[in-house]
């Protein structure tokens, strides 16, 4: 058994998170596009993914408020 970080506990979640992701990179202005994005910057994808980190890491502070 192959233990893959990009695996989700819970295959919902899958959908969710590709729509987040591309809000974000909307919001940052990255052309994100279904399918392959090989042509992205190395910068560009990880401030994307850097982006969400914030963002799910403000969501849960302010639930926990």
């Known amino acids: 058994m ?3 970080s990009s695996n989700m ?3 919902q979640a899958k959908e969710a998170m590709n ?3 591309m809000e974000v ?3 940052l202005g ?3 596009k279904d399918g392959y994005n090989g042509d ?4 560009e994808a990880g401030s994307i993914g850097g ?3 914030r963002q799910m890491i403000k969501r849960q502070e302010e639930s926990m408020k």
């Open 25 to 27: 990179a909307s919001e």
């Open 2 to 4: 192959t233990n893959r």
């Open 51 to 53: 982006e969400m980190v």
């Open 19 to 21: 729509r987040f992701k």
């Open 40 to 43: 992205l910057t190395s910068r």
């Open 30 to 32: 990255v052309n994100l």
């Open 9 to 11: 506990e819970v295959p």
